[in-house]
């Protein structure tokens, strides 16, 4: 994690602001001290000690710190985001970052592989319940270039949730845009013969269960291209979206 209240004074702290002679520090959720990470290669952090059962200390890997710490930073310079927070804690949640964009207050999260789609959703109803919009957005995985592209279940539920739209970080406050269109597979007929041999005639085209073509749009600000959306509750085969607030870029669809 990228904060922690330095008990001196009870401030809450960013980790490459601080020095290890302000120790001790604590984690403000668990209460537990934590230790002060400053290297050369790495993001400043603060890290629990061993056994890890606090929400703020799972799941961050180096690249999702880096993230976290860029939208912060680019945020801070405009003129229209207000009351700008670094791992704001909502109770069951604690938001990435939290900022009021044009009035909206959005909490941000960005995606760790550990989150499960029950958490997501909690997190999700829990925004909602707070009269927040919520932006999830992931770091990318795989090769989005491609025509072949198999979403994880978390992706599934991002492209639902945003009405076809998933959101990966590229740099600052720069995110991605990406559609799923079908993925079409063409399956031959064939006719076999007494000898063994094989001969296609014609065929059909299927849509795959497990691939899809990433359309890319237009990439997006998340200081200026956003409005809150009220999205009501949806079932669609495995994946399941709690009515909720989001906050969803306002380009045109860009696919049919």
């Not at 008990?7 to 537990?32: G, H, W, Y």
């Not at 006719?191 to 691939?211: F, H, N, P």
């Amino acid at each position: 994690m990228l904060t922690a209240l330095r008990q001196s004074d009870a401030v809450k702290v960013l980790a490459r602001e601080s020095e290890r002679i302000d120790k001790p520090f604590q984690c403000p959720t668990c209460n537990r001290e934590v230790t002060l990470r400053k290297g050369q290669i790495k993001v400043h952090h603060f890290a629990h000690k061993p056994p890890v059962t606090c929400i703020r200390g799972r799941g961050e890997s180096e690249q999702h710190l880096q993230a976290k710490l860029a939208i912060f930073d680019a945020l801070r310079l405009e003129s229209n985001v207000k009351e700008l927070e670094i791992e704001r804690d909502f109770g069951i949640s604690v938001a990435d970052i939290f900022a009021r964009i044009s009035g909206t207050p959005v909490a941000i999260e960005i995606q760790r592989s550990v989150l499960s789609a029950s958490e997501i959703n909690a997190r999700t109803e829990n925004y909602h319940r707070l009269g927040i919009s919520v932006l999830w957005i992931g770091l990318q995985a795989q090769d989005l270039s491609t025509s072949k592209y198999s979403p994880s279940a978390w992706e599934k539920w991002c492209h639902a949730t945003y009405y076809g739209r998933v959101y990966y970080w590229e740099r600052n406050q720069i995110l991605k845009v990406v559609h799923f269109d079908p993925y079409h597979i063409e399956v031959p007929y064939s006719t076999w013969y007494e000898d063994g041999s094989e001969q296609s005639a014609g065929g059909y085209i299927k849509t795959s269960k497990r691939w899809r073509s990433p359309r890319l749009g237009v990439p997006v600000l998340i200081s200026k291209s956003f409005r809150p959306v009220n999205r009501q509750n949806w079932t669609g085969g495995t994946v399941v979206v709690p009515q909720c607030n989001v906050y969803l870029d306002q380009q045109e669809k860009w696919w049919t």
